[in-house]
């Protein structure tokens, strides 16, 4: 794995002295993760991969307290720990010095505090962002990085195979939840790799909509969209179901939507406008009548984090390339009648053909 450390570093080192940047702040922890291999959330503690290109060092910041761990788990050998009644800043000055004319932040990851505590530190810094071209390098994943979703993917759906075993009348929506979240731990996950969502009856009209205490009953749709991490990797599915017997119209919402998911997964291969996935999945729903009640994008990014690049949306013009890994999930959300979503997770394959990492059964299933 260090070799796969280095190569992503060597690439954004060479990014870095195209745009004659003097040192580099990498301050997304994910982004710290995907170059050192340390995988840790410091909360409002600083911690930075920085990359001082006028000396050809690296170094990892970290808080004091996640000193240990980093020194067993970051490529990055050079560990700067930060006591908490220090200015992280001040330290940051302190180690690397005078002279820095040009930094690289993301600047999608900078508050305007941060920004302040720079420029009292490094007066007379011009900055460029350098996120975009992290997110570009994220964006296409390794065949390893592949299997690592799989994984995930995997765990997540024996957690609902076997969850779903306890939907029952009159079970709360938080009380499934818990039984999915008991699951994920159970089956090796480290945790949830978003807010469970368990929604029934009309609340699967909202597609964010939160869990709460609401029973289910006969004739609710029921959907499900959860994922787990696993080994710093995400997965994320969803699944929609109906408590007893569907009605006529549930029928027919629930296939709109299943066809749409299928048309969107045809049209995913390498060479192919992102925008043309939407479209081909948004097409079949518009066909059928229900192109009001979907009103977002069609999928997005899947790997480190459960939403980063690209955005599977119709105006995206980026092209599908080999490594690009994301979701497909239509929906057709009608307020107070209910909703279906059907999530699968895709990968562009060498070959240029999409695989379909997720397995789990499509059709309509029963529960209660």
């Known amino acids: ?60 910041f970290v808080p004091a307290l996640d000193q240990e761990d980093a020194e067993k788990s970051s490529y990055v050998k050079r560990i700067v720990p930060i006591s908490d009644e220090l200015n992280p800043y001040k330290v940051l000055k302190e180690t690397i010095g005078e002279g820095v004319k040009s930094i690289g932040l993301e600047t999608k990851n900078v ?36 299997s690592k979703v799989q994984y995930a993917v995997q765990v997540i759906e024996k957690v609902l195979s076997e969850g779903i075993k306890s939907v029952k009348e009159g079970m709360t929506e938080l009380e499934l939840t818990a039984e999915f979240e008991y699951l994920m731990r159970k089956f090796g996950a480290e945790g949830p790799s ?113 939403h980063e690049e690209p955005s599977i949306h119709e105006k995206n013009e980026l092209t599908l390339e080999p490594g690009f890994l994301f979701t497909i999930e239509p929906g057709i959300y009608i307020p107070g009648f209910g909703g279906v979503r059907i999530e699968e997770n895709v990968y562009i394959g060498e070959d240029g053909e999409a695989k379909v990492l997720t397995t789990f059964p499509t059709e309509l299933i029963r529960l209660g």
């Open 1 to 60: 794995m260090s070799k796969q450390f280095q190569i992503r570093l060597n690439a954004l080192v060479q990014h870095l002295k195209e745009r004659q940047v003097d040192i580099a702040i990498v301050n997304s922890p994910k982004n710290v993760f995907y170059y050192t291999g340390f995988n840790s959330e410091p909360f409002e503690r600083f911690m930075a991969l920085v990359i001082d290109l006028r000396n050809e060092t690296n170094y990892l």
């Open 111 to 146: 508050s305007l505090f941060q920004q302040e505590q720079l420029n009292h530190f490094f007066s007379r810094f011009s900055y460029q962002n350098v996120g975009e071209f992290i997110s570009g390098q994220r964006m296409r994943k390794t065949a390893d990085e592949c």
């Open 194 to 306: 978003f807010s469970t969502t368990v929604l029934s009856g009309e609340k699967s009209s909202m597609p964010h909509g939160s869990p709460d205490g609401k029973k289910m009953k006969k004739g609710d749709f029921l959907l499900i969209d959860m994922g787990v991490i696993v080994d710093g990797y995400c997965s994320d599915i969803t699944r929609t179901f109906v408590i007893g017997e569907e009605t006529a119209e549930q029928r027919r919402i629930y296939e709109i939507v299943r066809e749409a998911t299928r048309k969107g997964v045809l049209a995913a291969k390498a060479g192919v406008m992102i925008g043309k996935v939407d479209t081909a999945a948004r097409n079949v729903i518009k066909a059928n009548g229900y192109g009001q009640y979907f009103n977002n994008r069609v999928g997005h990014g899947l790997g480190m984090e459960v």
